[in-house]
T-cell receptor
Framework: NAGVTQTPKFQVLKTGQSMTLQCAQD?????MSWYRQDPGMGLRLIHY???????DQGEVPNGYNVSRSTTEDFPLRLLSAAPSQTSVYFC???????????FGAGTRLSVL | AQKITQTQPGMFVQEKEAVTLDCTYD???????LFWYKQPSSGEMIFLIY??????QNATEGRYSLNFQKARKSANLVISASQLGDSAMYFC??????????????FGPGTSLSVIP
């Protein structure tokens, strides 16, 4: 049972480049979310999804897009990377909003 | 506005002693949930304990217990008999309910705990 899988683990981008952070889970969880972690600020919610086809914005959605075409996958897109998006990104899933979230190992992103 | 406050950026505790990590939250909802997660230096996020707003008893999981004081809007984590492996960042989180969107889970800034031999 793989749980929540994030790829890549590390990425370096130049300002203005685009990329997609991948997140997949094999637990048939309806609820998935993306967080970014910056020093001293904890984890801040970027976007989340309560099921295939349903997404909503979190605390810091600007500069990020998401879609949820299947239950298993919830990719996070950076359309035009900025240095302010340098962070560690975590994907999480749970059976519902009220249940325990299972986290991926994280993606460390640097934007130069 | 900060929904979850963790006022202790860093804490130290002697091995085998108990320690309390503070968490206060801000919500006008009647139904909500509170979580604690641990993040060791390796970076993974580990679920520790959960308390629902309607739960009458404080949650406990092994050496972890949650001191839930609803009127004061606090949900402090108590770790008994600290071990060296407890050294980590600890995050308090809350399931927030909004009338105009779906429930979502938000996190506090975290507390760094160091256990001293």
């Amino acid at each position: 049972n793989a749980g929540v899988t994030q790829t890549p683990k590390f990425q370096v981008l130049k300002t203005g480049q685009s990329m997609t952070l991948q997140c997949a889970q094999d637990m048939n969880h309806e609820y998935m979310s993306w967080y970014r972690q910056d020093p001293g600020m904890g984890l801040r919610l970027i976007h989340y999804s309560v099921g295939a086809g349903i997404t909503d914005q979190g605390e810091v959605p600007n500069g990020y897009n998401v879609s949820r075409s299947t239950t298993e996958d919830f990719p996070l897109r950076l359309l035009s990377a900025a240095p302010s998006q340098t962070s560690v990104y975590f994907c999480a899933s749970s059976y519902s909003e009220v249940n325990i979230q299972y986290f991926g190992a994280g993606t460390r992103l640097s934007v130069l | 506005a900060q929904k979850i406050t963790q006022t202790q950026p860093g804490m130290f505790v002697q091995e085998k002693e108990a320690v309390t990590l503070d968490c206060t939250y801000d919500t006008s909802d009647q139904s909500y949930g509170l979580f604690w997660y641990k993040q060791p230096s390796s970076g993974e996020m580990i679920f520790l304990i959960y308390q629902g707003s309607y739960d009458e008893q404080n949650a406990t999981e092994g050496r972890y217990s949650l001191n839930f004081q609803k009127a004061r809007k606090s949900a402090n984590l108590v770790i008994s008999a600290s071990q060296l492996g407890d050294s980590a960042m600890y995050f308090c989180a809350m399931r927030e309910t909004k009338k105009t969107s779906y429930d979502k889970v938000i996190f506090g800034p975290g507390t760094s705990l160091s256990v001293i031999p």
